[in-house]
């Protein structure tokens, strides 16, 4: 399941969101759910960076630092939804891209995903986990975070399956 902004935009809509989840859950099926930032939160931090000088002309536009600041939005939507799942009697984990680890390649502010292990969600789900994922992250090879691009800007196409 796939939950955007606007359906996550407050804590009743992602009490909502929980409930549709839960709904899911009772008809038996494993689920994995996909979060964004809460509305306007990452137009929020993205400001935030330009405040600290990040769009000044002769300026790095995007590195490291703007994508660890850019992807805490959706950190927090996954511990709510996490949460409030738990809190309503479901077994749920909140993931990061670097937890998962969604693999990308290390263009800031515009990685691609190169891979995505299925191991460790497949056996938390395996053990009756929702596997809450923040979305518009991954990580590089080398351990640092990555944002995946905004709108259809820069898409991010999965990786081909294997032959």
Not at 92 to 99: D, F, N, P, Y
């Amino acid at each position: 399941m796939k939950f955007g902004g606007t359906s996550v935009a407050d804590l009743e809509r992602i009490r909502r969101v929980a409930r549709l989840v839960a709904a899911e859950l009772a008809t038996g099926k494993q689920v994995a759910v996909v979060v964004s930032a809460m509305s306007g939160k990452t137009n929020e931090l993205v400001a935030w960076t330009d405040g600290c000088g990040r769009a000044a002309p002769g300026l790095v536009e995007s590195d490291d630092a703007y994508d660890l600041v850019v992807a805490s939005g959706e950190q927090v939507t996954a511990g709510l939804l996490a949460m409030t799942l738990r809190n309503m009697g479901h077994k749920a984990q909140a993931w990061l891209g670097w937890q998962v680890p969604i693999l990308t390649d290390d263009a800031h502010g515009r990685a691609r995903i190169e891979d995505i292990p299925p191991e460790k969600l497949s056996a938390a789900m395996d053990a009756g986990e929702v596997a809450v994922i923040a979305g518009f992250q991954g990580v590089t090879a080398g351990g640092r975070i990555t944002t995946l691009g905004r709108g259809d800007r820069t898409p991010a196409p999965w990786p081909s399956p294997p032959p």
